[in-house]
């Protein structure tokens, strides 16, 4: 089946650095990818829909400064979180957009757990 | 906004049944029924879909009601593994909009 694989799993950084997360479709091609942001407790939150060789189009309240997203070919996205702060821990979940046939919407990664000190 | 309800939190007792129940009732005609569960520090995983025809599969079954307006996810015997939130989500195209879900605990 589909795989979408998400790197780091988990990263630790200083305030103020940047962090860069990567999303990759293994065993297919993905034109459009999506970007969610989960608190503890909480639901996910679609922050950004990631189109190939064109600009993310982003949710309403959330910075595309400070969250840069690529989509530079067909089986990678990126999101960096650009002088990351503690309140930008979280978890960040992207997902790939089914291209075959439609037994679901979206193939998600496992998250990557940003920590901020 | 999600368009679905679900209970909060459900208990199950390992081996037995688990149902989950949604209430879709604004969902549109061209909209299906998704569930899909995510188990701590993972992403979601799907598993089950239909548009107004119960379905079946290795994991779980979908019983949707004939006015399409709720239906119930059942786990047919419920494991330790089976412990996470369920999402039920209603949608026409590939955007999925993320309810409060049900945090199922299965207990042995």
């Known amino acids: 089946g589909a795989v979408v694989s998400q790197h780091p799993s988990w990263v630790i950084c200083k305030s103020g650095t940047s962090v860069k997360i990567e999303c990759r479709s293994l065993?297919?091609?993905?034109?459009?990818m999506f970007w969610y942001r989960q608190f503890p407790k909480q639901s996910l939150m679609l922050m950004a829909t990631?189109?190939?060789?064109?600009?993310?189009?982003?949710e309403q309240g959330v910075e595309k400064d400070k969250f840069l997203i690529n989509h530079a070919s067909l089986t990678l996205s990126t999101l960096t979180v650009t002088s990351a702060h503690p309140e930008d821990s979280s978890f960040y979940i992207c997902?790939?957009?089914?291209?075959?046939?439609?037994?679901?919407?979206?193939?998600f990664g496992d998250g990557t757990r940003l920590s901020i000190l | 906004d999600a368009k679905t309800t679900q209970p909060t939190s459900m208990d199950c007792a390992e081996g037995r049944a688990a149902n989950l129940p949604c209430n879709h009732s604004?969902?549109?005609?061209?909209?299906?029924v998704y569930w899909y569960r995510q188990i701590h520090s993972q992403g979601p995983q799907y598993i089950i879909h239909g548009l107004k025809n119960n379905e079946t599969n290795e994991m779980a079954s979908l019983i949707i009601t004939e006015d399409r307006k709720s239906s119930t996810l059942i786990l047919p015997h419920a494991t330790l593994r089976d412990t996470a939130v369920y999402y039920c989500i209603n949608n026409a195209g590939n955007m999925l909009t993320f309810g409060g879900g049900t945090r199922l605990m299965v207990k042995p």
């Open positions: 997902s790939a957009e089914s291209n075959g046939p439609k037994d679901q919407p979206q193939h």
């Open positions: 065993d297919f091609q993905a034109t459009t």
């Open positions: 604004t969902i549109s005609g061209n909209e299906y």
């Open positions: 990631s189109n190939e060789g064109s600009k993310a189009t982003y």
